[in-house]
């Protein structure tokens, strides 16, 4: 019953901008933590990982990759959390998953229980 829906991805030059949406249905996610995580082209599942997370109390973190042109915000009125990219890379292509945690502050993407299906960024050069 609960469900993650991607939105917001798409085709960019390198330099551009896009803000990922993933709203998250089936309870309310108040206490647990959030995130964006990356698969990059040609990976598997098991290599999925951490972009940037949010916990139950907004703290932050970021991989060093993104740490300065992305952000990572949450709206517990409406379920979502959002994944401003700014500066995009090239090398930022990927499909970008949000997952919900079972943990409050626990984002390791093992410690997924939920996915969504994904979207799509294109960074082209």
């Known amino acids: 019953q609960v469900q993650l829906v991607e939105s917001g991805g798409g085709l960019v030059q390198a330099g551009g901008s896009l803000r990922l949406s993933c709203a998250a249905s089936?309870?309310?996610?108040?206490?647990?933590?959030l995130g964006w995580y990356r698969q990059f082209p040609g990976q598997s599942r098991a290599a999925r990982a951490l972009?940037?997370?949010?916990?139950?109390?907004?703290?932050?973190y970021y991989a060093d990759s993104v740490q300065g042109r992305f952000t990572i915000t949450r709206d517990n009125a409406q379920n979502t959390v959002y994944l401003q990219m700014n500066s995009l890379k090239p090398e930022d292509t990927a499909v970008y998953y949000c997952?919900?945690?079972?943990?409050?502050?626990?984002?390791?993407?093992?410690?997924?229980?939920?996915w969504g299906k994904g979207t799509r960024v294109t960074v082209s050069s």
């Open positions: 997952g919900l945690s079972s943990f409050e502050s626990d984002y390791d993407p093992h410690d997924i229980d939920y």
């Open positions: 089936g309870s309310n996610f108040r206490l647990n933590a």
């Open positions: 972009v940037a997370a949010i916990t139950s109390d907004q703290t932050t």
